[in-house]
């Protein structure tokens, strides 16, 4: 019988037959998304983070000649959980932007790390709420 490895939360690091090899979902439906640096940018636009009214960054660009938009994986509106193990929530816009730039312009590593959720998985969002009145 063959043993799995399993990742900081228990969970097999067995790829999903439908993924490449830089894109590992986990057991809440976030993915880690491994981008090569491979060009000069990463080539992504966010918005959000703990100042604004979007308490997690979302993606908003993704630019065609940036090392993102090679590798695949990261797509506009995901939220961004991580970057390279570093979690964001509660971070404020501008510190968000400067560690991704920072994790991308370090020489020590070939790649950078991002855990993302779709909009819509997650709690931390907005909600759009609707108001019904009732007359008597």
């Known amino acids: 019988m063959q043993r799995l490895p399993l990742d900081q939360n228990g969970s097999s690091l067995e790829q ?3 993924q490449p090899p830089h894109i590992v979902p986990d057991h809440r439906g976030n993915l880690h998304i491994t981008v090569k640096k491979s060009k000069p940018i990463l080539g992504i636009a966010i918005e959000g983070g703990a100042n604004t009214k979007h308490p997690l960054p979302r993606i908003i660009n993704i630019h065609e000649h940036g090392a993102a938009y090679d590798a695949g994986g990261l797509e506009v509106g995901q939220l961004i959980l991580e970057v390279d193990g ?47 009145f009732l007359e008597a």
Do not use: W, Y
């Open 86 to 132: 570093n979690k964001v929530e509660g971070m404020h816009h501008q510190d968000v932007a400067r560690l991704i730039a920072e994790c991308f312009a370090a020489r020590d590593k070939n790649d950078i790390t991002f855990l993302v959720v779709e909009a819509k998985k997650s709690n931390l969002e907005p909600k759009p709420t609707a108001l019904i």
């Open 16 to 18: 999903n037959q439908d």
